[in-house]
């Protein structure tokens, strides 16, 4: 993916517009408040019933898989400052304030967009590599690393929707500034089986992997024609199924569940989210965040973990 | 006009542009040296914790700031229920920190009311507008951090009736180590910390994103504070 490139840009743009509908429903339904477990690798609670009938996985019609680089709004803003408004007459006046409201709103929306464009130069060495990563190559791989019990087949064509259910996937991968990381948000969509336009459940799920040791990031990613790149993709496409399956999106009560403040590792930098913890090990918090989504987080050494968190067997981390 | 009055005049231009000229405390990086237990008994004091709101820095005039209020209100409404998230706990950390150096540290429960002390005539570089003189002399110690929290919520910033910004998670302070004796500071740290939402900010009624983003800022505050102490 050409991240100057025209049709890129819209592809990109429409991958993330269908991610924010599903983050707005999800947001809209809340959080929940599934016990909190200590066990990450096989304890997750089933509470969507297995009745045996396998589960089509459809992925999007694009080809591509967005990627994109992982960006910092902190320091967005034209900052503040008075604005005196010269006009003959009231209606002079009024459309001095249209034309200052119009000009602000611009040029915020083109600073916003001017750090993407800026973060995204990020994946400048790797765009040979991901120019390739498919939307089914990439669900291809991750399906048998999913280690939920159900039967998961990836969709040829569609399937009967009154037979069985469906999951729609849709990921977008962001890369950490210093080539250390990936993320992968993934909308997630659950259709039961009769009820074929109607999601029963959509899932936001962020799964953030541990950063590489490598010394050199570029290399390490791009070594054998990118099949690191490829592989934690695939795993962290994995892990948010495996998240989506395993935690139903129920309505948050007043008070439920204790928050707290989270601090885990993205790339090299400490990053912090609020939320409820779900599930922790060694490698892994599992939190439901403000918005309801659900995510898998590597810890950071300044997060106190509960004793036994790193006495249990983990699974892997992707 | 009369002398009397020119000399009114002149004494009150004088005292203005001299309050003007007044310049504001630099940082002052602590010297990690210091933290020995040869520092003495240090109390680890802080300022009543402000309401937690919204700021609408910019929007000057008062329709432009009645504009603003209006539409930031659900904002508001929400940010005023959020918890500081037991962030007096930070003077036990802080003294936590100084006691692992071996240095004599205590919590001081009260808050520190800064309006009532009294003003120091003596100004100048590292010297405190305030005289801690009495606080020490109350609590038995020779040296305060002091912890002074000045706006904790939600800023947006506003130029006259539009914003210019998103509204950002925010947690404003300084903390300063001041000897009472002396009203000299050995260190001062301004911490000025605000956070954006990640995708989108404006989700009434919980806005769940710039919740977020207030604890973010809350808890890198509160890191920034504690730094100097670290080994």
């Keep these: 993916m050409e991240c100057g490139d025209a049709p890129a840009r819209r592809r990109a743009a429409a991958a993330m ?65 008075t604005m005196l408004y010269p006009a003959p007459d009231a209606l ?81 991968f962001s890369m950490t500034q210093d080539r ?66 395993s935690y139903p999106v129920v309505a948050r009560a007043a008070g439920a569940g204790p928050e707290q403040t989270v601090r885990y590792r993205e790339g090299a930098s400490e990053k912090m989210e609020r939320g409820e913890v779900l599930a922790v090990d060694c490698r892994r918090i599992l939190v439901r965040n403000l918005r309801g989504w659900l995510m898998s987080l590597p810890p950071s050494a300044k997060m106190e973990l509960p004793a036994a968190a790193c006495s249990t067997t983990a699974g892997s981390s992707p | 006009m009369t002398r009397r009055a020119l000399a009114i005049t002149l004494l009150l231009l004088s005292t203005f542009l001299g309050a003007c000229a007044t310049k504001p405390q630099e940082p002052l990086a602590l010297d990690k040296s210091q933290l020995t237990p040869n520092l003495g008994k240090v109390g680890v004091i802080m300022t009543p914790i402000p309401k937690i709101d919204t700021e609408l820095e910019g929007a000057g005039c008062l329709l432009c700031y009645a504009a603003a209020a209006g539409a930031n209100s659900a904002l508001t409404k929400h940010t005023q229920t959020l918890s500081h998230d037991n962030l007096p706990k930070l003077k036990e950390d802080i003294a936590a920190l100084l006691r692992k150096k071996g240095i004599d540290a205590m919590v001081i429960p009260d808050d520190l009311v800064l309006d009532k002390l009294q003003n120091v005539s003596k100004k100048g570089d590292r010297l405190t507008d305030k005289d801690f003189g009495p606080v020490g002399a109350k609590y038995g110690v020779g040296k305060l951090v002091v912890l002074e929290i000045t706006a904790l919520g939600m800023l947006r910033t506003y130029s006259a009736y539009f914003p210019t910004s998103d509204p950002k998670g925010m947690f404003k302070g300084v903390g300063y180590l001041v000897d009472v004796s002396s009203n000299e500071m050995a260190w001062y740290q301004p911490v000025d910390v605000l956070t954006s939402a990640e995708g989108a900010w404006d989700e009434p009624p919980t806005f769940p994103g710039l919740t977020n983003a207030y604890f973010k800022s809350l808890e890198q505050g509160k890191d920034l504070l504690r730094a100097p102490f670290k080994e």
């Design chain 1, 92 to 172: 002079s006046f009024v459309a001095a304030i249209v034309t200052h409201g119009l000009l602000l709103d611009s040029q915020k929306k083109g600073q916003k967009d001017a750090l993407q464009e800026a973060a995204n130069k990020v994946l400048d060495p790797f765009q040979p590599v991901l120019r390739d990563v498919s939307h089914g190559n990439l669900m291809r791989v991750a399906l048998p690393r999913v280690r939920t019990s159900r039967q998961l087949v990836l969709a040829e064509g569609t399937p009967d929707a009154e037979s069985y259910w469906r999951i729609e996937v849709l990921p977008v």
């Design chain 1, 17 to 81: 517009q269908r991610l924010l509908a599903v983050a707005v429903c999800v947001s809209v339904v809340g959080c929940g408040g599934a016990p909190v477990q200590n066990n990450l690798s096989t304890q997750y609670a089933q509470e969507i019933p297995e009745d045996g009938r396998p589960w089509y996985v459809k992925v999007p019609a694009e080809e591509k898989v967005v990627y994109r680089g992982a960006v910092n709004y902190d320091s967005a803003g034209l900052g503040n400052g």
């Design chain 1, 180 to 245: 250390s990381a990936l993320i992968a948000d993934t909308a997630v969509q659950i259709y039961p089986p009769g009820k074929g336009k109607v999601a029963e459940q959509q899932y936001m799920a962020r799964v953030v992997a541990t950063p590489v040791s490598a010394g050199d990031p570029d290399a390490y990613w791009l070594a054998d024609d990118g099949k690191a790149l490829r592989e934690v993709s695939a795993s962290l496409l994995a892990e948010s199924l495996d998240m989506a399956l």
